[in-house]
């Protein structure tokens, strides 16, 4: 059918060129702040490229969404400047008759929102911490480069070498400052190599000397010919621990816990939103061929930029107990929903206020 295809065909073009102008911002984006956690050590510099993948995967709802919203009314409101949709309304095709086409172009972008929302997007974030902390949990040696002072993992080491040999597994003048279980402990040592016993890394210094702070200034002076010290100890976060928006869909609904909830509904609300924005498209694309060309699609990218952030602050409010899971999914996506359809009906009949106000209707009449 001419009305369907030609429609279709519109909103495909809109669509990709909007979304590979939002992909290509938004890795950008992502790559400039991917290196700068690389410079500061917080991600593997080799990973760079790996977590740019999984957080483009992230970002694919919100993109599409957008891209969805700005081609639908990128498309009505050139149909509308173009006068095209007079004669659409002409033929007796009313803006009820746009929602055909428009859902069976959209349901597959819908579905790919719904699934990466509710699957990919989990997924993804834990693939990003695992290799975090896999980063973040390497031995500590690891870290210490000659000449440099390096925190260990936990954060309660400090260490020095002065010299290391090619394969990293000893060093020469090793300094080692500590502070643990309420005591404060600095070593030092000539040498010192690194021996693995089962799955734990042990540091062997050798010819050095252990000054130690216990509480109320009691100082212990020991030297020694060798000593064995734990290092690397640090293990990477367990399921347990794992932040939210790392933990699977499946996760959240056998743990109903506030922040679980509040996670659950920033999901559900990506792929509810998407339906609302296809409803919502069709109702702020109206232009007057007058007016400026790019008013409705300001009001537009308003709309979504105010939505998404309820979608947000909802997150907050509901991890935070403050508003019920249940309440704010019929609250926001409903509320918004039953607007749309509303406004889309006032468009779709003509209807003035006039007409609606039964009171201004009689004193119309009379």
Do not use: C
């Amino acid at each position: 059918m001419l009305f369907h295809s030609t429609l279709r065909k519109e909103l495909a073009r809109s669509f990709g060129a909007t979304f590979v102008v939002l992909v290509t911002i938004v890795m950008t984006m992502t790559l400039i702040r991917t290196l700068s956690q690389a410079s500061r050590g917080s991600v593997n510099p080799q990973d760079v490229m790996m977590i740019m993948g999984y957080s483009g995967l992230g970002y694919l709802p919100p993109l599409l969404s957008m891209s969805l919203f700005i081609a639908i009314v990128g498309t009505l409101s050139r149909m509308y400047r173009d006068s095209e949709m007079v004669i659409w309304f002409a033929a007796g095709r009313g803006l009820f008759s746009f929602m055909g086409p428009l859902l069976r172009f959209a349901w597959p972008v819908l579905l790919v929102v719904t699934a990466l929302a509710l699957v990919v997007w989990p997924w993804a974030n834990g693939q990003i911490q695992d290799m975090k902390d896999r980063y973040g949990s390497r031995g500590d040696l690891a870290r210490v480069a000659p000449g440099q002072f390096q925190e260990s993992a936990s954060g309660k080491r400090v260490f020095f070498l002065d010299k290391d040999t090619p394969d990293n597994k000893s060093g020469k003048n090793i300094f080692i400052s500590s502070n643990e279980h309420g005591k404060e402990t600095v070593t030092s040592a000539r040498s010192g190599r690194i021996d693995i016993v089962g799955d734990s890394q042990y540091l062997i210094l050798s010819n050095g000397q252990r000054l130690e702070t216990a509480e109320g200034n009691q100082l212990k002076i020991s030297e020694f010919e060798e000593y064995a010290t734990r290092v690397g100890e640090s293990e990477l976060v367990s399921h347990e621990n794992l932040p939210t928006k790392a933990l699977s869909t499946i996760t959240l609904l056998a743990e109903p816990t506030a922040l679980n909830r509040g996670e659950l509904a920033w999901r559900m609300g990506l792929a509810l939103a998407a339906i609302n924005f296809v409803v919502l498209a069709v109702t702020v694309s109206s232009a007057n061929p007058r007016a400026g060309r790019s008013g409705n699609l300001i009001f537009a990218l308003f709309a979504f930029v105010v939505y998404f952030n309820l979608l947000n602050l909802g997150q907050s409010w509901i991890s935070a107990g403050r508003v019920g899971f249940a309440q704010f999914m019929l609250g926001l996506h409903g509320g918004v929903f039953v607007g749309s359809l509303l406004w889309l009906s006032k468009q779709h009949n003509n209807w003035s206020l006039r007409q609606l106000l039964p009171w201004r209707a009689a004193r119309s009449k009379a």
